[in-house]
């Protein structure tokens, strides 16, 4: 492997490997946190509603943050993958190799004729979607919160 190539690997490398423990940390902190609300959201003690409340911002702006984290390290993968691309262009011959500068046809192609429950999402759809149930039930747990105050729920 030439040195621009191991270079642009490693690059890739780092990227995507940041991306996953990123998720892991992510998935790790929200879970955490919304079993501590739900078991103070179980109490009767009106006060402990403060800390439930407290909580669900939490929870609400850790997918916010999270979120733009995946994005920061999503365009510092998609940038580096666009020069994955540009060297597969120029320096492979054979096209069956260029796995990079053909994976978008591939996957479009793919989810032609494929519903909602059978096509392939990328990382970041699914990604996004798990940042945004989570920060839905991060506000969930803030209405409920702030009824179990007001002693409505």
């Keep these: 492997m030439d040195k621009e190539l191991e270079h642009l690997w490693k690059y890739f490398e780092i990227h995507s490997n940041q991306r996953m423990s990123l998720i892991n940390y992510y998935f790790f902190i929200s879970v955490a946190m919304l079993t501590g ?26 997918s916010f943050i999270f979120w ?9 993968i998609k940038f580096v993958e666009e020069r994955m691309s ?5 320096n492979i011959v054979n096209s069956k190799l260029r796995v990079f500068s053909q ?5 479009q192609l793919n989810n032609i004729q494929k519903n909602i429950f059978t096509k392939n999402y990328t990382y970041g759809s699914m990604y996004r979607f798990l940042f945004s149930i989570m920060a839905i039930n991060g506000l969930v747990g803030l209405i409920l919160s702030v009824l179990k105050y007001c002693k409505l729920f």
């Design 68 to 76: 733009k984290l995946d994005q920061r390290t999503s365009y510092l």
């Design 103 to 107: 994976e978008d046809f591939s996957q």
């Design 86 to 90: 540009e060297y597969e262009t120029t």
């Design 37 to 62: 609300l739900g078991v103070i959201l179980q109490s009767t003690d009106k006060n402990f509603s403060i800390l439930g409340g407290f909580i669900s911002i939490i929870i609400i702006l850790t």
